[in-house]
């Protein structure tokens, strides 16, 4: 069963590529809750602001945030529909090579 307007394979991977880091994980988290600005994740992980950045370029060019600007702030959030329509591509996928590896 097909999702509509169901990522490719190439998008999947890069959404799963960008997931595979804990920071960027526990960002996503964050994310979830509210949108934040570059500040309040920096200040959450205490990290150099440099590194939070390319943790959120990443996320950004995968789809998964965001972002807009509110004077000199940028702020982050979460595009909910890319996780959602990536693990269900990929669950799609799973179901399909379960059921042709039992013959279904």
Same mark, same amino acid.
């Given at each position: 069963?097909?999702?509509?307007? &169901?990522?490719?394979? /190439?998008? !999947?991977?890069? #959404?799963?590529?960008?997931? &595979?880091?804990?920071?960027? +994980?526990?960002? #996503? $988290? +964050? =994310?979830? #809750?509210?949108?934040?600005? #570059?500040? /309040?994740?920096?200040?959450?992980?205490?990290?150099?602001?440099?590194?939070?950045?390319?943790?959120?370029?990443?996320?950004? $060019?995968?789809?998964?945030? &965001?972002?807009? $600007?509110?004077?000199? $702030?940028?702020?982050? &959030? =979460?595009?909910?529909?890319? =996780?959602?329509? !990536?693990?269900?591509?990929?669950?799609?996928? =799973?179901?399909?090579?379960?059921?042709?590896?039992?013959? /279904?």
């Amino acid at each position: 069963m097909a999702v509509e307007n &169901s990522p490719d394979f /190439e998008t !999947t991977a890069a #959404v799963f590529a960008a997931l &595979s880091n804990p920071t960027r +994980m526990e960002i #996503v $988290k +964050m =994310l979830d #809750v509210r949108p934040r600005s #570059v500040t /309040e994740i920096v200040d959450f992980f205490m990290l150099a602001q440099s590194t939070i950045s390319r943790h959120l370029e990443v996320l950004r $060019k995968a789809g998964i945030v &965001s972002v807009s $600007k509110d004077a000199q $702030k940028r702020i982050y &959030s =979460l595009n909910p529909s890319i =996780l959602r329509d !990536t693990t269900l591509t990929w669950l799609n996928t =799973l179901n399909s090579v379960r059921r042709k590896s039992r013959g /279904e």
